[in-house]
Structures are given as structure tokens and as C-alpha cells.
């Protein structure tokens, strides 16, 4: 320790909350990796904890309606866990996941018109960890990635941490303007920059609300085979759809070519707390993923993928996911009603025809970081701010709110408080003599 530095000591005396906060936080700045002083939060997780406070309405998280999951078969699952499988759910298991479980996750990609083999596929943390293996596993520091702008907040902290450039590609109804995108290779292919992958979520988007056409679909897997660039496909909400047919995945367009790595997770199909998702790839793909799960965490619980197993072998998901769908319908249509009744008349926002939430976008003198501080505080409502699912800025009057979570007369007073709110801002900026 050099003589300038703060002394390390604990403060004599204190109690232990007070022994383990350091008299002086900014030790660790300089001591900090640099990939560490640049990680960015994800906007929603900094506001989860928001959940755990009973007076605020929160229509920030993509939070599913776990209330839904029926008790008897909870208790049904849960009981054969312990009476068939009590040893080895408590045991670890391999890094890949339960071959079980592989097996019925490639029943569900068979649904959608996928076809996967239970070794091209690796059970991970959640859908969040197959993107972060995703990114850990192509990105080296400055190398860019393409995404859609605005993005899913929680990729953020992974294309920090593994220092990405990362390049918004505008996004409209119909998805992410692949036109923009190929126009953007082309312009860094002058520059001798090849892409290292473009990361879409193509199905009900998060935070934009909105699906890719057919005609997109098919544009951008042409645009990966001819640039040979890898597209991660990220797909928690494929089957969370209230309105239209669906359409094939980018894996199924690629026909097994290997640009496509396709991602998904049980958190919107079943329930986010079991943390299972999964990763299906080509085999050198998932080998490196493979090593960089191991690194991570050896293997997902096994007591969660057991779980998932035993409630696959019983019940029907597709049962259950009608039913969710059913209750979030109704959701989407309170929050669209309440919007239309709440909002401004210069505010636009999108009609998700499936997905947890409608991206909203207010005239632009609204910073909506700002507005989300006076919505917290004299509203006791919250929501994301747009600038959480951008990384170069953007964003600033937009935000996302989501409908899955509280009930309808919650999101209607929800949103309710979200417009006394802007109202407010717009009064404001009024008397400071600004037009709106
Ligand atoms: C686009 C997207 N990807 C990944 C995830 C992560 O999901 P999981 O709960 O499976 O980690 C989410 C969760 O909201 C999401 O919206």
C-alpha cells in the first residue's frame, strides 16, 4: 500500500454492514479491469427491485404471469422430483444439459418448423446466457456487432462486457430494415470490417413490439450465406403470438448452412425462474460455447431442468401457453385501450400482435430518463426508458412498457399515472417557452 492510499482497515467497532462498506468505495476504480469499468446495466434489471415495493405499479419488467401456473400441477411435478429422481436432480449434470430435456427441446423447435438434434443443442442459464455465450464466444474487443436499435436492454451488459462496437440497425413494423442493414455491411466492408454477428429478435420484438415479415426473413438469411456473417437468433417470444400465423424461423430459412445460431427459453413458455433457456448452434459453435459455459457456471441446475422434464412428460405446454396468451391478449388490449384515452396526441406507439410489451415513443422534447424519475416518484408507476435499449444514445423520448405482468385495472391506472406524468413535462415545457 503506498502512503496516499486510504487505509484498508475496517472502521473499529463498527457493525458488520458497516465492517464489510469500505471507507473509501474508490479503491476499486483503479484496481478494476478495464472490460469491468465499461460494463453498462441492463435499464430493467436496475429496475426489478422496484417490483418488491407494493405501492409502485411496475410496467417495466417482461415479468410473465407466474400466478397462472397451476398448483395442482406444481405440486404433481414437484412430487414426482422427489419420489423418482430425488439423487440425481441434487447431482450435477453435464455442462450440454439433461439429454432428457435436449430431446424434448427439439420437440418444441419441431413445432415452429425447426429442426434441431439433441447434440446441436446446449441447455443454458436462461435465454440471457445463450446470449451472453453467444457474444462471449465471437466478440473480441472493437469488433462489431449489428443489432436492431432499439434492442433487448438486457443484451447490453453483454455486448459491454465483451467490448462490442455495436451498430443500430433501424427497425419498423415489419422488423429490422434489412435494406439498412445490407447497405451498413456494404459501408464497413469498404472499410475492410466484417461484422462478427447481427443479433435480431425477429418474433415480437423487445422492447420494439413488432415481428419480421417473411420477405425480411428470407432477405436476411441470403444477406448472412452471401457476407458470411453469423446471425444470432433470439426467440423467447415465438410462441407468445395473439393474432396472425406463424412464421419460420431464420434457423429453419437457413436450412442447417450454419449461420444461424437460435436461441430460446422456457422463462415466457413455462416460468422465468427456473433460468433454463438454450442455444441451438453448429457443433464447433456449441464446443466453444460449451467451454465458455463451463468457465461459467459447469452446467444449469439440474433440479431446474428436472423439473422442466417431468412437467413435459405430464402436462401439455402448449396447453398452458394458450392459456397465457389468453390473459395477455386481454392485457395487450387494456394497455392499448388506456394509451389511446392517456397519452398525447403527437405520441405513437406499436400493436404488438404477440410478446410481453408496446414500445412507445413521445414528442421529442420528452426525455423519458427524466420522465421515468418523476413517474417513480410523484406516480408510483415505472417503466424502461428508451435509452436502456440503445447503445450510442438514442432512445432518449421513447420507453417500453410491458402489459404481461399486472392485471388489467392495474394497467390501465398504470398508464393513467404514466400520462399525469407527461402531461406534467409537458406543461413544463410550456411555461419554459417551448413549443410542444
Ligand atoms: C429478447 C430476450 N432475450 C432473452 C431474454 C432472457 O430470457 P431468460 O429469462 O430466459 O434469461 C429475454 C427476457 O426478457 C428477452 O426478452
Redesign the pocket.
Known amino acids: 500500500m503506498t502512503e496516499n492510499e486510504p487505509s484498508m482497515e475496517p472502521v473499529k467497532g463498527a457493525n458488520t454492514a458497516d465492517r464489510l462498506a469500505p471507507r473509501d468505495p474508490a479503491r476499486y476504480d483503479r484496481r478494476f479491469a478495464a472490460r469491468a469499468a465499461g460494463i453498462k446495466s441492463s435499464a430493467m434489471r436496475d429496475l426489478m427491485s422496484l417490483t418488491e415495493r407494493p405501492e409502485i405499479i411496475t410496467l417495466a419488467g417482461?415479468l410473465p404471469d407466474t400466478d397462472s401456473f397451476p398448483q395442482e400441477v406444481f405440486d404433481e411435478v414437484w412430487h414426482a422430483i422427489g419420489r423418482d429422481h430425488r439423487a440425481s436432480a441434487l447431482q450435477y449434470g453435464p455442462t450440454e444439459g439433461l439429454l432428457e430435456l435436449r430431446e424434448m427441446i427439439c420437440g418444441i423447435m419441431a413445432e415452429g418448423g425447426a429442426v434441431a438434434q439433441p447434440d446441436g443443442i446446449i441447455v443454458t442459464?436462461?435465454?440471457?446466457?445463450?446470449?451472453d455465450l453467444s457474444v462471449r464466444t465471437f466478440v473480441d474487443p472493437g469488433d462489431v456487432v449489428l443489432a436492431e436499435g432499439p434492442t433487448?436492454p438486457?443484451?447490453v451488459p453483454s455486448f459491454s462486457t465483451y467490448e462490442a462496437r455495436v451498430l443500430h440497425i433501424p427497425l419498423d413494423d415489419d422488423g429490422m430494415r434489412v435494406d439498412l442493414l445490407e447497405e451498413r455491411i456494404e459501408e464497413l466492408a469498404a472499410e475492410e470490417i466484417r461484422p462478427k454477428l447481427i443479433y435480431t429478435?425477429p418474433n415480437f420484438h423487445?422492447p420494439g413490439g413488432v415481428t419480421m415479415s417473411l420477405e425480411r426473413r428470407r432477405r436476411l438469411v441470403r444477406i448472412a450465406h452471401e457476407h458470411e456473417i453469423l446471425v444470432v437468433e433470439?426467440n423467447?417470444?415465438g410462441q407468445i403470438r395473439f393474432e396472425g400465423e406463424p412464421l419460420p424461423t431464420l434457423w429453419e430459412l437457413d436450412a442447417g448452412a450454419g449461420w444461424v445460431i437460435h436461441?430460446s427459453?422456457?422463462?415466457?413458455i413455462l416460468a422465468?425462474g427456473l433460468?433454463?433457456?438454450w442455444a441451438a448452434a453448429p457443433a464447433p459453435v456449441l464446443r466453444k460455447m460449451n467451454l465458455g459455459k463451463q468457465a461459467a457456471d459447469l452446467g444449469t441446475g439440474t433440479m431446474n431442468q428436472r423439473f422442466i422434464v417431468e412437467y413435459l412428460r405430464r402436462f401439455d405446454w402448449r396447453e398452458h401457453v394458450a392459456r397465457l396468451n389468453g390473459i395477455y391478449r386481454s392485457r395487450r388490449d387494456a394497455m392499448l385501450r388506456a394509451l389511446e384515452e392517456e397519452f398525447p396526441a403527437d405520441a405513437h406507439w406499436t400493436r404488438p400482435r404477440g410478446g410481453?410489451f408496446v414500445w412507445a415513443t413521445l414528442p421529442n422534447y420528452i426525455d423519458t430518463t427524466e420522465l421515468l424519475a418523476r413517474a417513480i416518484e410523484r406516480h408510483q408507476v415505472a417503466f424502461v426508458p428508451g435509452r436502456g435499449a440503445f447503445l450510442d444514445g438514442r432512445g432518449r423520448n421513447s420507453l417500453r412498457i410491458n402489459y404481461s405482468y399486472a392485471n388489467e385495472a392495474t394497467i390501465s391506472e398504470g398508464v393513467e399515472r404514466i400520462g399525469a406524468a407527461i402531461d406534467e413535462m409537458v406543461e413544463l415545457q410550456k411555461l419554459l417557452g417551448g413549443g410542444t
Do not use: E, H, M
Not at 427459453?265 to 415466457?268: D, I
Open positions: 417482461g442459464a436462461g435465454g440471457q446466457q445463450a446470449i433487448y438486457g443484451a429478435i423487445n433470439d423467447p417470444y436461441l427459453t422456457f422463462s415466457k422465468p433460468r433454463v433457456g410481453l
